[in-house]
């Protein structure tokens, strides 16, 4: 029990970059908090923290061992809850990760209501762009955008991922506007980086060829919500999810081209591991996110 609270204690302070803040949520004073830390250090022979007056970061050997004890925690507490008669109650902490664009601009809006339908829960979300590891990374749940290629994951369908080749009003007056996929070699094309091959958009005709298009542009960058305030100034044309783009073709602030040759084959999904399928917290957020989305998302009505 010792080394379980020191972990804790560790977990606390990195999550909280403060001993004091850790101490307060433990319920325990600064300095037992400092000592379980210190005895952790000296029996692992590592140092965890990089300590300054005015700051507190994790060393490397202390980022790979802040991942395993956040894991080994929430098993803890999955096989404190399986026990419980409180079992079918969603409580506990739920850690989620999201992509970046799609975590600020429609799952921040759902989580002060999600919170206050499920009192007993508490979120630890994490939202970025890279592939992460639910298991090593200590995840519950994560929102993944494209085709899953994890098949020891569950997963269930949020919405469709729809697809908008798009530009401004103002850009297409001066170099006109795309009939044909193939004319995009005529246009500046704004790319996104994290794609395998950004310059290589897909397309596909109405009797079901499909090909690819060579794009040339100015801007190469990895997020959307930048390549969306590119278009919005007249930079060139995107390839973009519409769950970025939507007001803005509902207020006509951008253009959507070539509707009838962009494939719609990708999805927005909830994933999550096996050992975890039957967690009232996992199937309460899933379910609640399935509620506000659906086949039909919001985002895809504006149009």
């Known amino acids: 029990m010792d080394r379980l609270d020191s972990m804790e204690a560790f977990v606390r302070v990195a999550e909280s970059h403060s001993f004091s803040e850790a101490a307060r949520r433990l319920q325990l004073s600064k300095s037992v908090i400092s000592r379980q830390v210190s005895a952790l250090e000296t029996q692992l022979g590592a140092r965890l923290f990089h300590r300054t007056t005015r700051s507190l970061s994790l060393t490397e050997v202390g980022q790979a061992y802040f991942e395993r004890c956040s894991r080994i925690l929430s098993e803890i507490e999955e096989a404190?809850?399986?026990v419980s008669s409180l079992q079918s109650t969603p409580r506990g902490k739920l850690r989620v990760n999201a992509p970046m664009s799609f975590g600020i601009l429609h799952l921040a809006p759902l989580l002060p209501g999600f919170l206050?339908?499920?009192p007993d829960i508490d979120i630890d979300m994490v939202m970025n762009d890279r592939f992460v590891s639910l298991v090593d990374e200590g995840f519950d749940v994560a929102v993944r955008i494209g085709k899953l290629e994890d098949s020891s994951l569950i997963a269930r369908q949020l919405a469709p991922a729809r697809k908008v080749v798009c530009a401004s009003p103002a850009y297409l007056a001066r170099h006109g506007t795309?009939?044909?996929?193939?004319?995009?070699?005529?246009h500046c094309c704004l790319t996104y980086s994290n794609r395998t091959s950004p310059e290589e958009w897909l397309f596909v005709a109405p009797d079901g060829h499909r090909w690819s298009v060579e794009v040339t542009g100015r801007l190469r960058v990895?997020?959307?919500d930048v390549l969306r305030e590119a278009a919005l100034g007249d930079a060139g044309v995107i390839i973009i999810p519409s769950f970025i783009v939507g007001r803005d073709l509902q207020a006509g602030t951008l253009v959507s081209?070539?509707?009838d040759f962009v494939p719609q084959d990708l999805a927005i999904h909830a994933v999550y591991p096996h050992n975890r399928h039957l967690s009232p917290k996992v199937r309460a957020f899933v379910d609640f996110l399935i509620e506000h989305f659906g086949p039909r998302?919001?985002?895809?009505?504006?149009?």
């Open 116 to 118: 206050d339908r499920f």
């Open 297 to 303: 998302p919001y985002w895809d009505l504006v149009e």
């Open 257 to 259: 081209l070539l509707a």
């Open 222 to 224: 990895n997020n959307g």
């Open 178 to 186: 795309p009939q044909t996929p193939d004319d995009l070699l005529q």
């Open 80 to 82: 404190n809850l399986s």
